[in-house]
C-alpha cells in the first residue's frame, strides 16, 4: 500500500505561481510513478504531468507544457508541481496519483493510489 498526502494549494491571482506536494509513505519500488490530474467543477478529472521515481522521466498534458514543472524528492519520498503563469481555468482539485508499473500513463484508470486532493483557485 502507498499512502499519498497534498499539500500547498491555496487562492492565488493570475500570472502567480504556486507549487503543491505530494508525500508518499508506504511500500514503492523501482517502478514508481506519480502523476498529477485535476478536476474541475462539472468536469472529468484530467492528467497533468506524471514523472519516474527511479530516473526521473516525466510527461506533461498540453495544458501543462512550458507553465507547469513536475520534480521530485527522492530522498523525501514527495513529488512537487510547479505551476507558473497560472490562469482561472487551471482552477480545480489537484490530486497525486501513484503506480507501481513503471510506465508514464496519462489515464487516471491506471493509478492504484490516490490522494486526498489540495484545491487551487486562481483569481482573474
Known amino acids: 500500500q502507498v499512502q499519498l498526502v497534498e499539500s500547498g494549494g491555496g487562492l492565488v491571482q493570475a500570472g502567480d505561481s504556486l507549487r503543491v506536494s505530494c508525500a508518499a509513505s508506504?511500500?514503492?519500488?523501482?517502478?514508481?510513478?506519480m502523476g498529477w490530474f485535476r478536476q474541475a467543477p462539472g468536469k472529468e478529472r484530467e492528467f497533468v504531468a506524471a514523472i519516474t521515481w527511479n530516473d526521473g522521466r516525466t510527461a506533461y498534458a498540453d495544458s501543462a507544457k512550458g507553465r507547469f514543472t513536475i520534480s521530485r524528492d527522492n530522498a523525501k519520498n514527495t513529488a512537487y508541481l510547479q505551476m507558473n503563469s497560472l490562469k482561472p481555468e487551471d482552477t480545480a482539485v489537484y490530486y497525486c496519483?501513484?503506480?507501481?508499473?513503471?510506465?508514464?500513463?496519462?489515464?487516471?484508470?491506471?493509478?492504484?493510489?490516490w490522494g486526498q486532493g489540495t484545491q487551487v483557485t486562481v483569481s482573474s
Open positions: 508506504g511500500r514503492t519500488s523501482s517502478t514508481y510513478v
Open positions: 496519483a501513484a503506480t507501481n508499473r513503471g510506465i508514464l500513463y496519462d489515464s487516471s484508470s491506471l493509478y492504484e493510489y
